[in-house]
């Protein structure tokens, strides 16, 4: 029995056999709606088409078709073509109806740090980019090449981030990655391919990023974390040979990493020849004064720096990038080739459309106003319901650290977090990002202000203090 195709909207198999071409596509078309596979509801190609697509003659398709609409399988409609009944039952009885997607059921109100408010997402503007994108993009745009990501976007990003993270580099040192545990997974393979053993961390930090050192075989090892940053000091005994920093805002205690820090691990990099890896994690949300530059500034030969549009935009992007050292970039271009080989061609070329029309420059500046008054919403909430609670991280991010006073410190911050989430209210304790293991906190919790839709960062600050304020 020969088997061809037709295309029904979505793509349908369906068998018919020679001689009985009638009798066997009445079967066909049967046993597909008594299966399932055609749906009550789903219109069906015009005679003409299903009659082109098996090479049957048209008047025996139309034939079908009056057969099972006479039967009550098919509807037919002058004008609205030919459909599955609405009142037909499979095998199984009547057709079961595919529910409507539903998104991960979550707490109402949302204050933990990590993310932006996706809300606020400038639609209009990107959209704008995607068409100008689109409309001009070149046909090799859509093929296999380009490993290390679309030239244009490249060139947009050694352009931005020279002015306005002080990073130096050129296009062909940058790696366009799907986020940024993308990029230190491609980093850590390619340093273990090199020889590399071990990578330092903060104490406190992603877990995702340690896991995809892990998963690459690196051994990983912490460094503390103090007023003043990461204690990069602590570097010459681990024996590292890369070192993950978040130097514009360490999160999540939110310190910046001091400029005598800075020099220091340039430093050691330089002496023992090991990596410095640039998370820019806040780096585009500064409020006391001008963002710090990147570290990378100091050393571009011995630091990978990486940033992404998570934050800054929408982690549901999924672009980030990784400026290299020149030594490095063929390692990580054979790495990637190996694993991804592109990232998406159309997002990227968006990008580099959003970042050279200066829509990005505005979008950030315009964030940056809406968190800061947020930020300035917290603070004040804090100093009129719970005055002795701290706050450290503020001139930076979208978080800040607070540490319970003693009052509270009888309940752990799971305790309390767990407490808020019974209100309705998601919120992280700073052991949620604790590495180094056997440490003893103060209790501290980690409260996240770019999150929440507009109408619900009130009520979401409400439940909060409500837990916090002096009874």
Same mark, same amino acid.
């Given at each position: 029995m020969p088997e061809e195709w037709a295309t029904f909207g979505t793509d349908l198999h369906l068998s018919?056999?020679?001689?009985?071409?009638?009798?066997?596509?009445?079967?066909?078309?049967?046993?597909?709606?008594?299966?399932?596979?055609?749906?009550?509801?789903?219109?069906?190609?015009?005679?003409?088409?299903?009659?082109?697509?098996l090479n049957v003659a048209r008047n025996t398709v139309a034939e079908v078709y009056a057969q099972l609409a006479a039967?009550?399988?098919?509807?037919?409609?002058?004008?609205?073509?030919?459909?599955?009944?609405a009142q037909v039952a499979t095998s199984d009885g009547p057709a079961p109806e595919i529910p409507p997607y539903e998104q991960e059921s979550l707490l109402p109100y949302d204050l933990r740090p990590g993310t932006p408010n996706v809300l606020a997402f400038p639609?209009?503007?990107?959209?704008?980019?995607?068409?100008?994108?689109?409309t001009n993009a070149p046909p090799d745009a859509f093929g296999y090449d380009h490993i290390l990501g679309r030239p244009e976007l490249r060139h947009a990003l050694a352009e931005y981030l020279g002015r306005v993270r002080a990073v130096r580099t050129t296009p062909d040192r940058i790696v366009i990655a799907a986020g940024t545990v993308h990029s230190l997974s491609m980093l850590c393979t390619a340093l273990k391919r090199r020889g590399a053993s071990t990578i330092a961390f903060e104490a406190y930090g992603w877990h995702a990023l340690v896991a995809a050192a892990r998963m690459q075989g690196l051994r990983t090892v912490t460094?503390?974390?103090?007023?003043?940053?990461?204690?990069?000091?602590?570097?010459?005994?681990?024996?590292?040979?890369?070192?993950?920093?978040?130097?514009?805002?360490?999160?999540?205690?939110?310190y910046a990493l001091s400029a005598e820090r800075r020099r220091a691990v340039a430093q050691w990099a330089r002496a023992t020849g090991g990596l410095i890896i640039e998370d820019d994690y806040d780096g585009e949300f500064r409020y006391d004064r001008q963002p710090v530059?990147?570290?990378?500034?100091l050393a571009p030969d011995r630091v990978a720096y990486l940033g992404t549009t998570s934050k800054s935009l929408a982690p549901g992007l999924r672009l980030a990038w990784a400026?290299?050292?020149?030594?490095?970039?063929?390692?990580?271009?054979?790495?990637?080739?190996?694993?991804v080989w592109s990232s998406d061609a159309v997002q990227q070329l968006?990008?580099?459309?959003?970042?050279?029309?200066? *829509?990005?420059? $505005?979008?950030?500046?315009? =964030?940056?106003? !809406?968190?800061?008054?947020?930020?300035d919403r917290l603070v004040l909430a804090r100093d009129h319901r719970a005055p002795d609670v701290p706050f450290t991280g503020t001139p930076a991010g979208l978080h800040v650290v607070m540490t319970l006073p003693d009052r509270l410190a009888a309940h752990t911050d799971d305790e309390l977090?767990?407490?808020?989430?019974?209100?309705?209210?998601?919120?992280?304790?700073?052991?949620?990002?604790?590495? *180094?293991?056997? $440490?003893?906190?103060?209790? =501290?919790?980690? !409260?996240?202000?770019?999150?929440?839709?507009?109408?619900a960062f009130e009520p979401a600050l409400d439940i909060l203090f409500g837990l916090l304020a002096p009874r």
């Amino acid at each position: 029995m020969p088997e061809e195709w037709a295309t029904f909207g979505t793509d349908l198999h369906l068998s018919i056999s020679r001689p009985g071409v009638r009798v066997s596509l009445e079967r066909a078309l049967r046993t597909a709606v008594q299966d399932g596979r055609l749906r009550p509801g789903v219109r069906l190609p015009s005679s003409r088409s299903l009659a082109s697509d098996l090479n049957v003659a048209r008047n025996t398709v139309a034939e079908v078709y009056a057969q099972l609409a006479a039967e009550g399988w098919l509807t037919a409609r002058r004008g609205s073509g030919t459909a599955v009944s609405a009142q037909v039952a499979t095998s199984d009885g009547p057709a079961p109806e595919i529910p409507p997607y539903e998104q991960e059921s979550l707490l109402p109100y949302d204050l933990r740090p990590g993310t932006p408010n996706v809300l606020a997402f400038p639609r209009g503007a990107w959209l704008s980019a995607a068409r100008a994108a689109l409309t001009n993009a070149p046909p090799d745009a859509f093929g296999y090449d380009h490993i290390l990501g679309r030239p244009e976007l490249r060139h947009a990003l050694a352009e931005y981030l020279g002015r306005v993270r002080a990073v130096r580099t050129t296009p062909d040192r940058i790696v366009i990655a799907a986020g940024t545990v993308h990029s230190l997974s491609m980093l850590c393979t390619a340093l273990k391919r090199r020889g590399a053993s071990t990578i330092a961390f903060e104490a406190y930090g992603w877990h995702a990023l340690v896991a995809a050192a892990r998963m690459q075989g690196l051994r990983t090892v912490t460094i503390n974390v103090d007023g003043a940053g990461a204690r990069v000091d602590e570097l010459y005994a681990t024996n590292a040979d890369a070192v993950l920093l978040t130097p514009a805002h360490q999160f999540p205690t939110g310190y910046a990493l001091s400029a005598e820090r800075r020099r220091a691990v340039a430093q050691w990099a330089r002496a023992t020849g090991g990596l410095i890896i640039e998370d820019d994690y806040d780096g585009e949300f500064r409020y006391d004064r001008q963002p710090v530059g990147a570290l990378q500034e100091l050393a571009p030969d011995r630091v990978a720096y990486l940033g992404t549009t998570s934050k800054s935009l929408a982690p549901g992007l999924r672009l980030a990038w990784a400026v290299l050292p020149a030594d490095l970039v063929e390692s990580v271009r054979k790495v990637k080739k190996a694993t991804v080989w592109s990232s998406d061609a159309v997002q990227q070329l968006t990008l580099n459309e959003f970042i050279r029309s200066g *829509a990005y420059d $505005r979008h950030v500046r315009r =964030s940056r106003l !809406v968190y800061r008054r947020r930020r300035d919403r917290l603070v004040l909430a804090r100093d009129h319901r719970a005055p002795d609670v701290p706050f450290t991280g503020t001139p930076a991010g979208l978080h800040v650290v607070m540490t319970l006073p003693d009052r509270l410190a009888a309940h752990t911050d799971d305790e309390l977090c767990d407490l808020a989430a019974s209100r309705g209210l998601a919120v992280h304790g700073l052991t949620t990002y604790r590495i *180094a293991a056997g $440490r003893d906190d103060h209790p =501290s919790l980690v !409260v996240g202000y770019g999150t929440p839709a507009d109408h619900a960062f009130e009520p979401a600050l409400d439940i909060l203090f409500g837990l916090l304020a002096p009874r």
